[in-house]
């Protein structure tokens, strides 16, 4: 019962800290890519020295038959890096952040097609629920325009390209989470240097010394730390408790982006993002168990729409 509960205190610890991103990544004055090889960079090497002092090495005997998936997977971690940075930049934390949110709907629809999955009808409905609270998102308030939509645009295609991480981490087998995360940061970083040099080369000489401060914090405490944080307490917590728990990250960052910077958010986007959460929520639930976040009558519906 201990270990559940400094679990969850930690799960919950690392959701709160992941939900701020947005400010920081807001007071880099660099460009997305660049923030985001730093980050990469810097929580490997984080990574790499938690696995040392737990004494789990790397063996190539278990990683290669997966190496291609990794650096596939790295590869769209460092792009989805680059357009939620960017989304960031061209709407609200809140707009970028719910858009976002949207990755794990995109699973639950991919996931029959490429994995044989069945889609039972409460997916369905889910999947549907969820798509009308985008459409709410992406109604602009007065004087947002273009560039609302276009941020709106890069978080849906950061979302996408999560998903597409979580689809091919679902394929690639035998190798932990913690040492597959710090490999795909590697495989980010091989792929995002290039991608810098083409795309306007290094600033570091220019970040002044509260940019160094929030970068360090970025890479360090909120990747690295938080990331080790979150794998070890990903062992010790149930599916449903880990679905639940996770939607403290977008909701604090939402809270983060109202009242700390200010950013407006109409009743609809309210209304969009609570549809998006909440459904997306509601899909995952296992049906052997009521969670205790869901009233008896619409678990019941629930469970009956799964049957049928």
Not at 102 to 112: D, E, G, I
Not at 259 to 265: A, N, Q, S, T
Not at 273 to 278: E, S, T
């Amino acid at each position: 019962m201990k270990a559940n509960v400094k679990a969850k205190q930690a799960l919950i610890l690392s959701m709160i800290v992941f939900g701020t991103v947005g400010l920081f990544v807001r007071g880099i004055a660099l460009p997305s890519a660049e923030i985001a090889l730093y980050r990469a960079l810097l929580a490997a090497v984080t990574l790499l020295i938690y696995l040392r002092l737990k004494k789990e090495s790397l063996k190539w005997q278990v990683i290669r038959h997966g190496l291609p998936l990794l650096l596939l997977s790295g590869l769209a971690m460092g792009l989805n890096w680059i357009l939620l940075f960017e989304a960031y930049h061209y709407t609200t934390i809140s707009v970028a952040t719910l858009s976002y949110s949207f990755a794990p709907v995109l699973v639950t629809l991919l996931s029959p097609l490429l994995f044989k999955e069945r889609m039972r009808r409460w997916q369905g409905i889910c999947f549907g629920m969820a798509f009308l609270g985008l459409l709410f998102i992406i109604q602009p308030q007065g004087g947002e325009g273009d560039s609302h939509l276009l941020g709106v645009a890069f978080g849906l295609s950061a979302a996408m390209l999560y998903a597409s991480v979580i689809l091919l981490n679902k394929a690639i087998k035998g190798i932990s989470g913690a040492h597959r995360t710090v490999l795909q940061f590697f495989a980010a970083i091989l792929a995002l240097v290039p991608y810098v040099l083409l795309t306007g080369g290094f600033h570091l000489s220019g970040l002044d010394q509260n940019g160094w401060a929030l970068l360090m914090a970025l890479g360090l405490v909120h990747t690295g730390i938080m990331y080790s944080l979150y794998f070890a307490a990903m062992q010790s917590l149930k599916g449903h408790e880990i679905a639940l728990l996770s939607f403290i990250d977008p909701l604090v960052a939402v809270v983060c982006s109202v009242l700390f910077l200010g950013e407006p958010m109409s009743a609809a986007q309210a209304a969009g993002g609570a549809l998006i959460l909440g459904f997306t929520l509601l899909s995952d639930i296992t049906m052997t168990r009521r969670p205790f976040a869901v009233p008896p009558l619409i678990y019941r519906m629930i469970k009956w729409l799964h049957i049928t």
